[in-house]
């Protein structure tokens, strides 16, 4: 998984292997506590896998986001997302 800027510049990059059958919830920690950003600032999230992979999405979601699958639209038709969250330690 890596996060990337507004101009696509990689910010971090983890990496974790899932099970197939132990992969309801997967979570990706950042090195060294996470990563500082910026409220209001545009980020992405690229997600790739091997040959058996599956991201949970759904119709509308995030009104300020925009999903793509292999470069093209997520929903042509409609605004879909693909799920996730987000956690900070205060």
């Known amino acids: ?17 899932v099970q197939a059958t132990d992969c309801a919830h997967v979570t ?4 060294n506590g996470g990563l500082e950003i910026s ?7 690229r ?3 091997g040959d058996l ?5 759904t119709e509308g979601g995030y009104k300020n986001g925009a999903a793509s ?6 929903l042509p038709e409609h605004n879909g997302n693909f799920l996730f969250g987000t ?3 205060d």
């Open 1 to 17: 998984m890596t996060l990337l800027n507004s101009t696509g510049e990689p910010l971090v990059q983890v990496s974790r292997t």
């Open 28 to 31: 990706f920690a950042y090195p």
């Open 39 to 45: 409220p209001g600032q545009v980020y992405y999230i």
């Open 47 to 49: 997600l790739s896998g």
């Open 53 to 57: 992979f599956g991201w949970k999405y």
């Open 69 to 74: 699958f292999n470069g093209k639209p997520l």
């Open 87 to 89: 956690f900070a330690d």
